[in-house]
């Protein structure tokens, strides 16, 4: 896709490392539309980014008022071609913790979040999408999942997390390989340690240490390295039915 033909939806697009791919799709001159619960850091997100963006409070547990939020986006954008999802918990938890057994309703809302609601853009997406005019290479869109390095070297406390990080890059090669009828692409993204909102409150002397775990370079990642990586998979169409990551060599220990 060339840059200006970008019409984005970011989910979790009102921090972190969705709204540094809003900011980059607007940079690159395409349009942008921002999911998230976080309204008022949405509505300013938007403010900030001016004319080329659009906000819509959405809870991607919520299927109907996901499905109307990405009709909405579509009909602001004029039109969709790249679902970046950005929106996820954490959800840090023991199976066996201080206060007994994790509850089986903390394990589903991670689910519900982290898997479920990825599970509710991509489908009502995707239904838009196979409607697109493709481009000169048959191209209708992209979709892209935010996996991370615990989908692999699951820590200790992040069961949760874990499973569903694991889950979403599960979805990639099926997915992928059902919608290549259509011309729409599917990736995932494997972040490793990066300054998010999360880590930000951290003290400075835990993210010191947290960096230096990383091979190369010995640093926390930055969202707009993240960015970066989903505007160079949008530009290379042989980038199908993968998950890459993004993580500087760390392979994450037990604790």
Avoid: W
Wanted: glycine share 12%; hydrophobic share 50%; with cysteine.
């Amino acid at each position: 896709m060339q840059k200006h033909e970008h019409r984005a939806l970011v989910t979790g697009g009102a921090s972190g490392l969705g709204l540094a791919v809003a900011r980059r799709i607007v940079a690159e001159g395409g349009r942008v539309a921002m999911l998230d619960v976080q309204e008022a850091a949405g509505a300013a997100a938007a403010r900030e980014l001016g004319a080329s963006a659009t906000f819509f409070r959405c809870d991607v547990t919520d299927e109907a008022g996901v499905t109307a939020a990405v009709a909405a986006a579509h009909a602001a954008m004029g039109g969709l071609n790249l679902v970046v999802n950005c929106a996820g918990v954490v959800g840090a938890g023991k199976l066996l913790g201080k206060e007994g057994p994790m509850a089986s309703a903390f394990f589903a809302k991670v689910v519900g979040i982290n898997l479920i609601g990825t599970f509710h853009v991509d489908k009502a997406a995707a239904q838009l999408m196979q409607s697109n005019a493709p481009n000169e290479g048959g191209e209708r869109g992209l979709i892209v999942h935010t996996a991370s390095v615990a989908a692999y070297e699951g820590q200790i406390g992040q069961i949760a997390y874990s499973a569903t990080k694991a889950a979403v890059i599960g979805l990639v090669l099926p997915m992928a390989r059902e919608l290549a009828r259509f011309g729409i692409r599917v990736m995932a993204i494997a972040p490793g340690i990066f300054e998010t909102p999360m880590v930000a409150g951290m003290t400075p002397e835990l993210q010191k240490s947290l960096g230096a775990q990383v091979p190369f370079p010995a640093r926390l990642g930055q969202p707009a390295e993240y960015a970066d990586l989903v505007l160079a998979i949008a530009g290379n169409p042989m980038l199908n039915g993968e998950t890459i990551r993004l993580d500087g060599a760390i392979r994450m220990q037990p604790r």
